[in-house]
T-cell receptor
């Protein structure tokens, strides 16, 4: 199946830095979601976006549903060591009610 | 909080064995999914179910079957395990209707087939 293009693939940052990652597609989506997965665990839902242009925050995390409906962005402010993990975007296409298309993931490493 | 539990965190089976992976959710969700996750290949959908006794094939159903006899429980079955089925298996659930895309995942089962 299709995978969404997610960038960067990996990031090494220092504690306190801000982080930005994005997800793009050649087709439109009705919903965008962002998940975080820690080693050996299942993905945990961070943010869900339902409208083009929507900007939603969850603590230090902010995500946006792109106006074209073909992309989404996730920002993490003032990173801390527990932000380490793999971040996945996911989208719900117009043709399916709940099946997700996943991004390739961004691996985040935070150094002290 | 939504809770999705999987029967085992780690499992080691021999080639040819029949393997059952069970998933239970406590939020009365209509939809349930089974994925496998492999390095470099991401999350791939094996099967999903929109209702009790309903099932639909995902992207990679070969070698797998599923069972959904009760709304809260969705089982993945490997009829005859093979080494290429060594993987991390993830179950997820979501409600129907508004917010149907918000899938909630279990902790995963890391299956090794020797």
């Amino acid at each position: 199946g299709q995978q969404l293009n997610q960038s960067p693939q990996s990031m090494f940052i220092q504690e306190g830095e801000d982080v930005s990652m994005n997800c793009t597609s050649s087709s439109i989506f009705n919903t965008w979601l962002w998940y975080k997965q820690e080693p050996g665990e299942g993905p945990v839902l961070l943010i869900a976006l339902y409208k083009a242009g929507e900007l939603t925050s969850n603590g230090r995390l902010t995500a946006q549903f792109g106006i074209t409906r073909k992309d989404s962005f996730l920002n993490i402010s003032a990173s801390i060591p527990s932000d380490v993990g793999i971040y996945f975007c996911a989208g719900v296409p117009p043709t399916t009610a709940s099946k997700l298309t996943f991004g390739t993931g961004t691996r985040l490493q935070v150094t002290l | 909080d939504v809770k999705v539990t999987q029967s085992s965190r780690y499992l080691v089976k021999r080639t040819g064995e029949k393997v059952f992976l069970e998933c239970v959710q406590d939020m009365d969700h209509e939809n349930m999914f089974w994925y496998r996750q492999d390095p470099g290949l991401g999350l791939r959908l094996i099967y999903f179910s929109y209702d009790v006794k309903m099932k639909e094939k995902g992207d990679i159903p070969e070698g797998y079957s599923v069972s959904r006899e009760k709304k809260e429980r969705f089982s993945l079955i490997l009829e005859s395990a093979s080494t290429n089925q060594t993987s991390m298996y993830l179950c997820a659930s979501t409600r129907a209707g508004q917010g149907a895309g918000e899938q909630y995942f279990g902790p995963g089962t890391r299956l090794t087939v020797t």
